[in-house]
């Protein structure tokens, strides 16, 4: 089939422009997305280190995480809102790298002061955990589905690696040094994310705009049945991930390990998500993705995970168990994805931003369940847990995929979002 030059070569400029729009969304949204992931690892050394405390370590984590949930409507509603919410981030940034600072000299800065600076940064995580990734149509315009592929990729390279980097310089550099990094990261990010080709959408940012925002996103979360159905698969699935590092070091005890072994089979699962996530931003298998429906994807994809994951909890040795979940790390990778894409296409431009950060804010509070019920049913027989952390994954096809009416302005197959 002949294909003029010009075509050819405007497909060209067209595919390098879309790699370099990736790679400067890459480029800042891993750091910043490292920092929020391995930030508690530092906190937790630094406590130790400087104050001889553990329970304070899981203080000021605690302290960290929790305003995220909290703040997150109204987070997600200013940074509808704002008018350059490129400026919104970088001074989001700012602050989250000024509470590491404060941190850092925990012991020489009052206990108090620490805490304030911190319950600061955790009202801004969700910009970085949520509203970053309403942005990705923006960011990188053109290939729909691949896009938040590339967001799935930079969750999931950000999440096995900023624990494990964090841990280094910890070692290299003390954990005051790992938490001065980390601030310094912070604000680079935030000065990456300054590059990408973002404007705001004319919201106002006054209380009682605000205010307005918040109701009419809520409204859409509560009564859009795909969306409400996209969101709580999403936080269910979160139970069992919840779940998985207590019983990943229970399973090893069981097989004759040491505790420390439970963090190998962390990793495998880490990295197949990781793998997954690496295979399905590949343009070719990209554009075989986007041919299903993302509510099928992500119902098929999570339904995969869990039945690795079952496989995980029957295999006979440790090596198999930790081989079956690096392979039902896999799919959760392209479930991710479509799960983002299903949010954006369910969701106004005018509470997109609100809608993926009280998603995200959902499926934090369901992972921390997850970690309370496993810690609670602690003595029952690991492989028999290690079953339960499948079925959260296995209830995410029932959700998405039992009839549902969609709303008369709704009823398309998949309508076209305002902006």
């Known amino acids: 089939m002949f294909r003029s030059p010009l075509v050819g070569g405007r497909w060209k400029a067209g595919a390098v422009a879309g790699r370099r729009a990736e790679a400067v969304y890459l480029a800042g949204a891993i750091p910043v997305r490292l920092v929020t992931n391995g930030a508690g690892v530092a906190l937790a050394l630094a406590a130790a280190t400087r104050l001889d405390s553990v329970a304070i370590g899981g203080v000021l984590i605690a302290v960290l995480n929790a305003p995220s949930v909290v703040a997150a409507p109204v ?33 020489a800065v009052p206990l108090p002061l620490v805490i304030l600076g911190l ?58 040094g790992a938490l001065l990094a980390l601030a310094a990261v912070m604000v680079a990010g935030g ?19 605000l205010a307005r925002g918040v109701a009419r996103a809520t409204r859409h979360l509560v009564t859009h049945g795909p969306l409400a159905r996209v969101v709580l698969a999403g ?10 590092p207590v019983v990943a070091v229970l399973v090893a005890v069981h097989r004759g390990l040491a505790e420390s072994a439970g963090g190998l089979l962390l990793t495998a699962f880490s990295i197949g998500g990781v793998t997954g996530a690496l295979l399905v ?21 999570f339904t995969a995970t869990g039945v690795l994951t079952l496989l995980a909890a029957v295999s006979p040795s440790f090596a198999l168990t930790a081989v ?3 392979l039902s790390g896999l799919p959760d990778a392209t479930g991710v994805a479509a799960m983002l894409r299903l949010r954006q ?19 934090a509070v369901t992972a921390a369940i997850g970690a309370a019920v496993a810690g609670a049913v602690a003595g029952l027989d690991p492989s028999l847990l290690l079953g339960l952390v499948a079925v959260p994954w296995l209830t995410a096809a029932p959700i998405l995929l039992a009839r549902f009416r969609r709303p008369r302005a709704d009823a398309a197959e998949a309508p076209t979002p305002a902006g």
């Open 345 to 363: 296409e369910e969701s106004p431009a005018d509470v997109r931003a609100q809608v993926f950060v009280v998603a995200a804010g959902t499926r």
């Open 191 to 209: 000065l990456l994310l300054q590059v990408l080709p973002i404007a705001g959408r004319g919201g106002a940012a006054d209380p009682r705009s």
């Open 119 to 176: 319950l600061a940064g955790g009202c801004v995580v969700p910009v970085f955990i949520g509203g970053l990734s309403a942005w990705v149509d923006e960011a990188m315009p053109g290939d729909h589905a691949r896009g938040f592929a590339v967001d799935a990729l930079s969750y999931n390279l950000a999440g096995i690696a900023g624990p494990a980097v964090v841990a280094g310089m910890s070692a290299l550099l003390t954990a005051t």
């Open 281 to 301: 931003a590949v343009p070719a298998i990209t554009r075989r993705v986007a041919a299903v429906r993302p509510r099928l994807m992500m119902a098929v994809s």
């Open 235 to 244: 936080a269910v699935v979160q139970l069992g991930a919840g779940m998985m």
């Open 324 to 326: 079956a979940l690096a």
């Open 75 to 107: 987070i997600g509603a200013l940074t509808d809102a704002v008018g350059s919410p490129k400026r919104f981030m970088l001074g989001a940034s700012v602050v989250l790298a000024a509470a590491l600072v404060t941190a850092a000299f925990v012991g």
